[in-house]
């Protein structure tokens, strides 16, 4: 039973353009949100959170916006630079644990 | 000091083996985490320690052992292992923040691999 999905396996962008990543959750008791991003032979690394309590969430070129109602959230990246090529994890926490989605593999196009 | 660290990078083990996987973060971080990760899969939650102390066990075997001995250090005793059991096993810590899962740093991953 998958409760954090993220339907896009892969995205294509060229640079400078907004990058748009996708995730559903299924459980309404998830009370924040968080995105990660991987490069291969490294663990995860933190990029942004949002609190149930809000629908925006900004710091730089990352924005992260949550639809409590539609279950959804989204990291949108501007302007997408080539160093943002990896693979992008969102995860939903609630009761000490974290729940990553399946990941999306971002790559940005010169 | 942001970094987790892991050791070792790389193991391979056979089935009759024991071996431990460490990890240490200097944060003042009160939880850590185990996690394992297989190929072009999600991070799947194994353990958790709070204050030292073991908070969550997602239904793990008892071949992996778990082992927190201080506030920065979290070890992870494997024996018996099965092949299906190699995948990249993560390290990761945060603060504790009651039900709220704060961020967690995690580190670069033990490549498991038994034979």
């Known amino acids: 039973d998958q409760q954090v999905k993220q339907n896009s396996p892969s995205l294509s962008v060229q640079e400078g353009r907004i990058s748009i990543l996708n995730c559903d959750y299924t459980?309404?008791?998830?009370?924040?949100f968080l995105w990660y991003k991987k490069y291969p032979a490294e663990g995860p690394t933190f990029l942004i959170s949002?609190?149930?309590?809000?629908d925006k969430n900004e710091d730089g070129r990352f924005t992260v916006f949550l639809n409590k109602s539609a279950k959804h959230l989204s990291l949108h990246i501007v302007p997408s630079q080539p160093g943002d090529s990896a693979v992008y994890f969102c995860?939903?926490?609630?009761?000490?644990?974290?729940?990553f989605g399946t990941g999306t593999r971002l790559t940005i196009i010169p | 000091d942001t970094e987790v660290t892991q050791t070792p990078k790389h193991l391979v083990m056979g089935m009759t083996n024991k071996k431990s996987l460490k990890c240490e973060q200097h944060?003042?971080?009160?939880?850590m985490y185990w996690y394992k990760q297989k190929a072009k899969k999600p991070p799947e939650l194994m353990f958790v320690?709070?204050?030292?102390?073991?908070?969550i066990n997602e239904s793990v075997p008892s071949r992996f052992s778990p082992e927190c001995p201080n506030s920065s250090l979290l070890n992870l005793h494997l024996h018996a292992l099965q092949p299906e059991d190699s995948a990249l096993y993560l390290c990761?810590?945060?603060?504790?923040?009651?039900?709220?899962?704060?961020?967690?740093?995690f580190g670069p991953g033990t490549r498991l691999t038994v034979t």
């Open positions: 990761a810590s945060s603060q504790v923040s009651g039900r709220i899962v704060p961020e967690q740093y």
């Open positions: 459980n309404s008791m998830f009370d924040y």
């Open positions: 949002i609190s149930s309590i809000k």
């Open positions: 995860a939903a926490g609630g009761n000490e644990k974290l729940t």
């Open positions: 944060m003042g971080h009160r939880a």
């Open positions: 320690y709070s204050y030292e102390k073991l908070s």
